[in-house]
């Protein structure tokens, strides 16, 4: 991960990757984020998304002031997907006189959209100098084209530390142009060698900021007031790439998105607030997540590990809006209402509208059925809400997401912090019932606009694992959705239980089932599913 100096620029460090190595974690990543088994079960490659790839400078002498390209030839892609932008210019041959090749460059890309990536069929890459990504575009808030925008940057690169002032104003000039330009920034969000705080552009309101899970990663909260960064994280020895396979996901699901997966209405899908809202919503717990309210993530791991198959999951349940929406006196209470109607899926999303005023505040209400037919069960709930800071605004809405239980009208869950524009509720066990997940936004003589429009994810899985005896065999099976599940044994349940996934071999997908086959014994031998801790 490359670090820019605030005021010089200049880079000043860089981890190098070989390429190699970098095919190697490649491999080892696809299962734990999700893409093997989405790759298995759609032809999603993130075709017709076109992305964009800001590179500093490598260290490295002689040439640290010229290296920063993207070598197709190195990569595996065609010369023609890329064009090379550096003071004004571009150019798109391979080499040519803008720049030379960057190792962290190249392999920043092979996570990215390589052959063997995350997103191996976007339709162009724009490779930029980080300098004259930031000063000519971002800065002066202008596009870089005025027929081609990219849909998704990629950012491994950070401004290492600054103070609160001069981080609220980069992460201003990121926010304003991601607004205008409907770009979502995909950030990491710096390396615990460098900085331990999370550092600019990671720390923009807007952007999807990057954590290497259990690598060389810094945590938050952000030094001027406090928000929850990084938003997700991903596998990797540190965020430069990490950030990469998250922003494949997401042109992944803009492709999915743009071309229906979602539902007819495709310009809600494929907005930057829904997507980010799906890929927070569809990451993995792992078994150290924890957030201290008002904090809706976790300090170091965000919303948790991201999958991608999870996150189209949710998109495939389509788009659903509210059921009643109400607009009360400031302050007051907002127990459920008497409404029969709910949701018809476990599973969706929804892109939507809170209108509040000066006066009252306003919640819309979503009845989710949590329900299988299975007396007994619980449930897992996971709620993402996201919305953005506006163009030229320096505070955001505020918003607030909470779970009552609709047939007592006690509070299950809130997630209302006042600084984030992110809110997100996971609850583990989760009782059959009827839930009223609402979103409430605050009225009053501060609200930056009585309109905001935001993205929603719910998710309400429950786990289904079965054992079977076939002949000599246990056959073990669970869906495939929920991802992120690991089968664990034991040979006894007396206290302490020692669970292991050790000697348990990976599941073969079949009908839409996770199969595990193993020889029966005669001694006793228990399983369970359980959050992995990867």
């Known amino acids: 991960m490359l670090t820019i100096a605030p005021s010089v620029r200049n880079a000043v460090w860089i981890a190098v990757c070989l390429l190699f190595a970098c095919r190697t974690v490649r491999a080892q990543y696809e299962g734990t984020i999700g893409l093997t088994i989405l790759q298995a079960t759609t032809n999603l490659n993130g075709a017709g998304v076109r992305v964009g790839q800001p590179e500093a400078e490598d260290s490295s002498p002689p040439n640290e002031t010229t290296n920063w390209e993207v070598n197709p030839a190195t990569v595996g892609d065609p010369e023609s997907l890329f064009t090379w932008y550096s003071n004004g210019l571009f150019n798109t041959n391979f080499p040519n006189s803008l720049g030379i090749e960057s190792g962290h460059a190249d392999a920043v890309g092979g996570f990215f959209y390589g052959p063997s990536g995350t997103a191996t069929n976007v339709a162009h890459v724009d490779n930029f100098e980080v300098n004259t990504y930031i000063d000519y575009y971002v800065f002066e808030n202008k596009n870089f084209s005025s027929t081609a925008t990219d849909a998704v940057v990629n950012q491994s690169y950070t401004f290492g530390y600054l103070d609160a002032a001069d981080q609220e104003m980069v992460d201003t000039n990121f926010d304003n142009f991601q607004v205008k330009f409907n770009t979502l920034f995909v950030s990491a969000a710096c390396n615990f060698t460098i900085y331990p705080t999370v550092c600019a552009p990671g720390t923009s309101y807007n952007c999807i900021s990057v ?69 927070l919503n569809g990451a993995v717990k792992p078994v150290q997540w924890t957030n201290i309210p008002p904090s809706p993530l976790d300090y170091t791991n965000g919303a948790g590990v991201l999958n991608v198959f999870n996150s189209y999951e949710q998109l495939r349940g389509g788009k659903h809006g509210w059921n009643f929406s109400t607009n009360i006196p400031m302050g007051s209470a907002h127990p459920p209402v008497v409404l029969t109607a709910s949701e018809p899926v476990l599973n969706g999303w929804d892109f939507n509208t809170n209108n509040s005023s000066s006066t009252q505040d306003a919640v819309n209400h979503y009845f989710l059925n949590a329900t299988n037919g299975v007396a007994g069960s619980d449930f897992m709930l996971t709620a993402t809400l996201v919305w953005n800071r506006h163009e030229g605004k320096t505070a955001i809405n505020n918003l607030a997401l909470y779970l009552y239980n609709a047939a007592n009208s006690n509070l299950v869950a809130g997630s209302t912090s006042l600084v984030d524009n992110v809110q997100h509720i996971f609850v583990r066990q989760l009782p059959q019932g009827r839930y009223d997940l609402q979103v409430w936004k605050a009225g009053g003589s501060g609200i930056v606009s009585t309109n905001e429009p935001y993205a929603l994810a719910w998710a309400i899985t429950s786990e289904r694992f079965t054992v079977k005896e076939s002949g000599t065999n246990l056959i073990l099976s669970w869906p495939i959705y929920p991802a992120g599940y690991a089968v664990a044994s034991t040979t006894s349940l007396m206290p302490p239980v020692a669970w292991s996934t050790n000697n348990i071999p990976g599941p073969v997908l079949t009908n839409g089932q996770n199969v595990v086959t193993l020889p029966a014994v005669d001694a006793a031998e228990f399983f369970r599913l359980q959050s992995p801790d990867f």
């Open 211 to 279: 954590g290497a899970y259990e690598g060389n990663s810094s945590v938050g909260p952000t030094i001027d007031n406090g928000r929850c960064k990084p938003d997700i994280v991903a596998p990797g020895p540190e965020t430069s790439y990490a950030t990469p396979q998250v922003a494949g996901a997401a042109a992944l699901l803009l492709q999915a998105g743009r071309r229906g997966d979602g539902g007819s209405d495709t310009n809600s899908a494929a907005d930057m607030r829904t997507i980010k809202a799906l890929l």
